[in-house]
C-alpha cells in the first residue's frame, strides 16, 4: 500500500510539471505573435481646469498613450503646449482629460467668446424671463428648441406657436460662458450658436413675438420640421362650423340693412311723388275758382305754404305749396 502510494504521487508530480511547461511555452509563443504595441505620449490635465484658466506646468502632465491612437490635436509634450505662448482653457477640464488644441485658446489669445464660436456660425442673444429661460436650467453647453408665440394680447383664435430653431448650442448665460453651475440660475439673456439665417431669424423673431426656449435632451437626434399650433388646438378657440355660422349670421344681418336703406329710399320717393300730385291738384283747383274780371286788376298770387317731410328720421325736405283761399 505504501509503495504504491509514493508512486501515484510521482506520477502526479510528473504530470503536474508537464502541464506547467506546456503553459509556459503557450504564453511564450502568444507573446511573439501579438508584440506590445508602440507607445506615445499625450498631455493631460493634471488637475480639474475651468474656463478661462491658463494651462501650465503644475497642471498639466504627459501620459502613455498608444502611438496608433493619437487624438487629433492633442500635445505629446507640455513643451510643444506652452512653447509659443500663454494658452487658456476654452472649456472646463477633468482630471487626466486630453488636452485638444479645439478647447484651448491659440498661443497668447484671450479666452472670448468669439473664440467658441464654430467655423460659419454667429452668436446670438435672446432676451429671456424666468419661465421662458426654463427656470434657470439651461446652461452653457446644452442645446435647446427656440420657439415664437405670436398672437397672445389678441383674441383666442388668433394666438399660435411656431418652431422658429432646433437644437440651438447655448454659448453663454447672461456673462457667463463655459462654467457650469451647481444650482439653477434665472437669466435674463441667452446666447446661443446660430447660422446666419437662424440668426437673422431669431433677431426679427425678437421683435414681432415673444421667443421661448425648450431644453433639449443630449444628443437627440433633430426632429422633422413641426406644425403650427394654434389656440384652437388646444380646444379653446372656436371650431370651424362656429366660425362659419359666425360669418352666415353677419352675411344676413348686412343684406337686412341694405333691404332697410332701400326701402328707406323708396319710400322717400313715393312720399315726393304724392306731395307734387297733391300740387298739382291744388293748384288745378286754384285755376277752376278764378275767373277772370273784365277789367279789375289782377288778383295777387296765392299764398305759399311750406311742407317739412322727414326722411329716414334726421332728413329733413321742405316743399314749398299754395294754399288754397
Do not use: H
Not at 6 to 19: E, T, Y
Not at 204 to 227: C, D, F, H, N
Not at 236 to 265: F, M, W, Y
Amino acid at each position: 500500500m505504501r509503495r504504491s502510494s509514493v508512486l501515484s504521487l510521482a506520477v502526479a508530480l510528473l504530470f503536474g510539471a508537464l502541464a506547467a511547461f506546456l503553459a509556459r511555452g503557450l504564453l511564450i509563443g502568444a507573446q511573439v505573435q501579438s508584440p506590445r504595441p508602440a507607445l506615445g505620449r499625450v498631455v493631460v490635465a493634471a488637475a480639474p481646469v475651468g474656463f478661462g484658466a491658463p494651462l501650465t506646468e503644475a497642471n498639466l502632465r504627459e501620459v502613455e498613450w498608444p502611438a496608433g491612437d493619437a487624438l487629433d490635436g492633442s500635445f505629446s509634450t507640455i513643451a510643444d503646449l506652452t512653447k509659443d505662448g500663454r494658452r487658456l482653457a476654452l472649456a472646463p477640464l477633468q482630471r487626466n482629460e486630453p488636452v485638444l488644441a479645439a478647447k484651448i485658446t491659440a498661443p497668447n489669445q484671450r479666452a472670448t467668446l468669439s473664440t467658441q464660436i464654430e467655423q460659419g456660425m454667429r452668436a446670438v442673444t435672446i432676451r429671456v424671463d424666468e419661465v421662458r429661460g426654463v427656470a434657470g436650467f439651461v446652461l452653457p453647453g446644452d442645446r435647446v428648441d427656440l420657439i415664437l408665440t405670436r398672437g397672445e394680447g389678441g383674441t383666442q383664435d388668433t394666438a399660435y406657436a411656431d418652431m422658429l430653431i432646433q437644437n440651438a448650442k447655448v454659448l453663454a448665460i447672461d456673462q457667463v460662458a463655459g462654467d457650469r453651475q451647481d444650482k439653477p440660475t434665472v437669466a435674463r439673456a441667452v446666447t446661443l450658436e446660430l447660422n446666419v439665417p437662424q440668426a437673422q431669424k431669431a433677431i426679427l423673431a425678437q421683435g414681432i413675438g415673444r421667443l421661448s426656449l425648450v431644453l433639449r435632451q443630449t444628443g437627440e437626434p433633430v426632429a422633422a420640421a413641426s406644425e403650427r399650433v394654434t389656440a384652437a388646438d388646444l380646444g379653446t378657440g372656436q371650431s370651424a362650423a362656429a366660425k362659419n355660422q359666425i360669418a352666415d349670421l353677419t352675411a344676413q344681418v348686412e343684406a337686412l340693412r341694405k333691404a332697410a336703406d332701400a326701402a328707406s329710399a323708396r319710400a322717400g320717393e313715393g312720399t315726393r311723388a304724392q306731395l307734387a300730385e297733391m300740387e298739382m291738384r291744388l293748384r288745378g283747383e286754384i285755376g277752376r275758382q278764378a275767373k277772370p274780371p273784365g277789367l279789375s286788376p289782377a288778383a295777387p298770387p296765392p299764398p305759399k305754404l311750406t311742407i317739412n317731410v322727414i326722411r329716414n328720421g334726421s332728413k329733413r325736405e321742405p316743399y314749398p305749396v299754395d294754399a288754397e283761399e
